[in-house]
């Protein structure tokens, strides 16, 4: 469960990526295909982080590392502008996002998960 939960967060963190860039850069193709890019490369981060907890809880690596080459790629893809602008977008969204669903989630782990019997005790 804790796994599952986990892995959200890291899906959570690609989906308020992909909002941020899409507010600041301008698509390259129709918004059903940007769309489309998107939940491929949520569902892609979703797997990979779910696969990564599941092999090690503390091991945040894939969570924050690989979610971010996952969104500077779908970036480049989806996006017009110089590669510079939009590695410094995503990146800069990566952070953003990061920090958001770690204050977040964080903080729901350490106060709720012990209460409602998900964690027996932090892994950190």
């Not at 892609?44 to 590392?65: C, E, M, Q």
């Not at 893809?77 to 110089?82: A, D, F, K, R, S």
């Not at 602008?85 to 977040?104: D, G």
């Amino acid at each position: 469960m804790v796994v599952a939960l986990w892995a959200f967060a890291v899906f959570l963190a690609s989906v308020i990526a992909s909002i941020l860039v899409s507010v600041t850069l301008e698509p390259k193709y129709k918004k059903i295909v940007t769309i489309g890019g998107w939940i491929l490369a949520a569902l892609v981060g979703y797997v990979a982080a779910y696969v990564s907890y599941r092999i090690n809880l503390t091991n945040d690596f894939v969570g924050i590392v690989v979610l971010s080459v996952i969104v500077c790629l779908a970036t480049i893809l989806l996006y017009n502008g110089t590669v510079s602008t939009k590695l410094f977008m995503a990146s800069s969204a990566c952070l953003i996002a990061n920090v958001c669903t770690f204050m977040f989630c964080g903080t729901t782990d350490s106060l709720l998960a012990p209460q409602l019997g998900l964690i027996k005790e932090s892994p950190y």
